[in-house]
């Protein structure tokens, strides 16, 4: 029946819509900050310039990527912004997390 398919686009939708407001802020902005060094890190991984990564290049790129990952998550755990993590301030970035996974998709 093609008059399903709205129906079914707009569930997913809500769906989809429900796990967004799921993320908590935190996580929001180490994900924007992640997406927005990925343009920074290609380019700078692309030695040559050519617009596109070799097999070495990609390398670089992944390890850009993971640093920044590394990064972007080392300033989400440490919530008092002191350069260092504590073990409370892992304990409770682990807790958020278990909170997150525990709760129910709307
Ligand atoms: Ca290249
Ligand atoms: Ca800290």
Do not use: K
Not at 33 to 62: K, P
Not at 70 to 95: I, K, N, R, Y
Request: aromatic letters at 6%.
């Amino acid at each position: 029946m093609m008059n399903r398919a709205p129906l079914l686009l707009a569930t997913g939708f809500v769906l989809f819509a429900g796990q967004a407001v799921a993320c908590d802020r935190a996580e929001m902005r180490e994900r924007s900050e992640v997406e927005a060094s990925r343009t920074a890190a290609f380019e700078e991984a692309d030695e040559d310039g050519n617009s596109a990564l070799s097999r070495d290049e990609f390398e670089a790129f992944r390890e850009q990527m993971e640093a920044r990952r590394a990064d972007a998550h080392f300033s989400l755990v440490d919530v008092d912004g002191d350069d260092l993590v504590t073990g409370e301030e892992l304990e409770s970035a682990f807790e958020r997390e278990r909170h997150r996974r525990r709760r129910p998709p709307r």
